[in-house]
């Protein structure tokens, strides 16, 4: 029975170590991506295209414009699909691509993009 009892405590500790950790990545990721935010910005802001270092090196390029439904009752029926009433994002995107000028729908400003290759 003591061990049983001695299992369920070191499982207590290990559940809420656990989720202390879980809590430490989140704070991690929160922070990696915050400051990739950052180094897009002040590359963006300085006109900066390309940083080379003798482990990684940054680029920031276009990015792809995102589809905007600025009104969805606007569209045109050929872009809903008929399954469940649900609009055809791909297709809208596409055709907007093409040029195409569609009712209820624009492209976005493209967000530039940050990309890190590493060595």
């Known amino acids: 029975m003591r061990a049983a009892l001695a299992g369920e405590a070191l499982a207590t500790g290990l ?5 202390e950790m879980q ?19 002040v590359m963006v802001e300085l006109d900066i295209k390309k940083v080379t270092a003798p482990d ?9 414009p995102a589809l905007l439904v600025l009104d969805e009752t606007a569209v045109p029926s050929i872009y809903w699909q008929p399954v469940a009433p649900r609009l055809n994002r791909q297709g809208l995107l596409s055709e ?5 000028d ?11 993009v940050l990309s890190v ?3």
């Open 15 to 19: 559940k809420n170590r656990i989720a």
């Open 23 to 41: 809590g430490r990545l989140a704070r991690l990721q929160d922070c990696a991506v915050k400051r990739r935010q950052i180094a897009k910005d």
């Open 56 to 64: 990684f090196t940054v680029s920031v390029r276009p990015g792809m």
């Open 96 to 100: 907007l691509k093409d040029g195409a």
């Open 102 to 112: 569609i009712k209820g729908v624009t492209l976005s400003d493209p967000e530039p």
């Open 117 to 119: 290759r590493t060595r």
